[in-house]
DNA sequence: GATTGACTTTGACGTTGCGTAAAGGTGTAT
DNA sequence: ATACACCTTTACGCAACGTCAAAGTCAATC
């Protein structure tokens, strides 16, 4: 049996336009091409077409696609196995979304506009997500997956006056930094309350406090130009300075 | 504080890119543009934008956050909750990925190439995942959630040998069909036995019978073009011919 | 004051998987 | 002869930016 573009886009449920863009990319190409310059399509492309949309359903890319269909050596076990990976990974993804949204109606109801408080939990969610791609592999080598998991699940369950104590306590640090610094002295009185606030700020994140663990943050304000860019905003060296005051607060080097 | 662009997508976490997307397509204009050009942002562009990461965090289109953060009187909790249930879709989906793609490395593991009687699965499985998205909500207002979703679950559940039974089922329908059809009469011998064969195939994939139910689905296989196009294959006009037989055997008329 | 390096601007193409014309040729039934 | 349904290639459009490229600006350094 041999089927035009139309023909075999109807049998398989596909449009005409991707077939020709199969032939294109070089996944699908017809039989032939008859006197009239019509795209000819029989058996073998049809079981080919039938295997490609079989994966196209699966969700891997075209792309992925050719390398199964075209070089039969592939281990398309092993595609798929990686595959399984990412869709496991968006899910994933997908829940904390869910509940972040379920979160934002809960709280959004009932007010129609979003207050200044409500704005910060919502960037500081969204630092955390950032930070989970960004550095996500190197922090979760740092530390163990379990803690970076306990601290989402912790900003998750906050209560509205948690986020108020939090947002004060944040400024509270900045302010007495911003004190200290003019000191001078890492180790001095503000310099070191300095640093017993940011621990206290750090408890709402963490459900347990090392001093290992707190240097070694203190640390990645540094080396990260995320957090660094945060504590330096009102004076240039401001996360170095934090960082120094924490080392020697907890009595750590990193 | 003012910021260039450079400052505040560090602050935010973003590319400087992304904000003169942002204000080439009117989502986050800056105060003021200086004396050379440069973009300059003031405090309110600062909440807006963590307005707007906010809900991109949240998946929500840039098209949405437009209209969420331009008009202050929308409905946002709403906009949210449809989103909600577009994530819950979305999961639902991703669900059914996943324990697809489970079983075809189950299947494939082992042996290195896919049998001819997989290939097949395959192709219904997309058959009926097609249906479901071209025709979901139509079916499913004819006939129930869960008709369609125990449809599904069957599929799912079949052995090899039911698939090897089913191929082989449908097979005999189709050919009996074409026998009845050069005689010529669905109500004769051959187009009874046509539409009987069609029900044992049915019940590979439901799981309790209705005469109703199959009259409804026979007329569905000409209002669809998808079903009418496989009927038609080899006769035009197969479709009609046993959706009359059919409706003759249950003594319906849909 | 000239150079460097880090910033800024606009413009424009690339990404993914096709949808959707547009402009023209082909096949067949009436 | 004409209509109509098919086929072809070419090419823009979609979402949300990434990534050069070419050219101007700013502050610091030689």
Redesign the pocket.
């Known amino acids: 049996m041999e089927y ?4 075999l ?1 109807n049998l398989a449920g ?12 070089d996944i699908l190409k ?1 039989t032939r ?7 000819i399509y029989g058996q073998s492309e049809v079981d080919k077409l039938q295997q490609i949309l079989f994966y ?1 359903e699966l969700g ?4 992925s696609i050719k390398e199964i269909v075209t070089a039969s050596s592939f281990d398309g076990a092993a595609a798929l196995r990686e595959h399984r990976e990412k869709l496991l990974a968006k899910r994933k993804q997908l829940d904390l979304l869910l509940a972040n949204v379920d979160k934002t109606i809960a709280l959004t109801e009932g007010r129609t506009n979003m207050t200044d408080k409500e704005k910060f939990t919502g960037f500081k969610q969204k630092m955390i997500d950032d930070n989970e791609k960004k550095y996500g592999e190197e922090i979760r080598q740092k530390y163990s997956n379990e803690t970076i998991d306990q601290s989402n699940a912790k900003v998750m369950n906050m209560t509205e006056e948690d986020y108020e104590a939090v947002t004060n306590i944040e400024k509270q640090v900045l302010e007495t930094l911003a004190q200290a610094f003019e000191n001078g002295d890492p180790a001095g009185e503000l310099g070191q309350k300095a640093a017993e606030l940011h621990k206290k700020w750090l408890m709402y994140y963490w459900s347990e406090y090392s001093k290992e663990a707190h240097a070694g943050l203190a640390q990645m304000y540094v080396d990260d130009e995320r957090f660094k860019a945060y504590y330096d905003e009102k004076q240039p060296g401001g996360a170095e300075f934090l960082r120094d005051a924490i080392h020697i607060y907890t009595g750590m080097k990193g």
Chains 1, 2 share one sequence.
């Open positions: 035009t573009v139309q023909k886009a596909v449009s005409a336009r991707t077939l020709r863009y199969y032939d294109e990319i017809p091409i008859n006197s009239s310059g019509y795209r196209r891997v890319s075209l792309d």
